[in-house]
């Protein structure tokens, strides 16, 4: 059983082998390999457009790609079962607006192969600070931020081995992004893998053990945000970022 579970840690989440994608003739991603290790908090930080939300839908076989490899936890990317580790949360998150809080929430949690616990959704609203009486309101009325946090604990109660987020703190205000942290934080202190897209350097430097930079689709740079900071001789991780894209 130990064997057997250090065979799994060794494994990464998500393995990418020279990966390529175009849309019509525009290159979207060129030539990328990447490599995220199980129980890393990993952050991909880039521009709008550098080709970071293709890199996630090709990932999870949302898109064709054009040429590669994607492997998640050992298995190929296409097989349902590669995806099953998987929760996910998308930038522009828009939930049936027919259904309550709690309905929806009770639907990702079917699909998800969860059963609904009262407690445990009640819990987890508390700790995105989201009122519990948003279960019973249709999302139709909820707020932007309302429906972010909505996203955000649908994902966080499935339980999955990876949560691939991106733009997790959209739409929150400065209290609400820091509970997230925090919970994010407990989530990966408690093993998971946690893969997030950001433009916000300075939370890749408080919660990322590994960053990537991808600049109009090609891979800049993966490594620890420190080792980022000590390539381009900067003072932070945004002096480095401008450096790093700066004459592309």
Known sequence: MLYAKLRRMSVPALRINHLAKSYASAAALTDLSLEIAAGEFFGLVGENGAGKTTLIKC??????????SIEIFGTPHRQTAARSRIA??????????????RDFLRYTGELHRRPYDEAATRSMLE??????DALEKPVRAYSKGMT?????????????EMYILDEPTSGLDPKARALLKRELKAQHAGGRTVVMT????????EMCSRMAVIHRGELRFAGTP??????HDAPD????????????
Request: aromatic fraction near 10%.
């Open 148 to 160: 972010q946090k909505l996203g955000l604990a649908a994902c966080l109660l499935s339980g999955k």
């Open 198 to 205: 950001t433009h916000a350097l300075h939370d890749v430097a």
């Open 127 to 132: 700790s995105l600070e989201l009122a519990t």
């Open 226 to 231: 420190a080792d980022f900071i000590r390539q």
């Open 88 to 101: 996910y949360l998308p930038e522009r998150f828009t939930p049936p607006y027919f259904l309550s809080g």
């Open 59 to 68: 990932a999870l076989d949302f898109c064709d790609t054009g040429s590669g």
């Open 237 to 248: 991780l945004e002096q480095a970022y401008l450096a790093c894209i700066a004459g592309h």
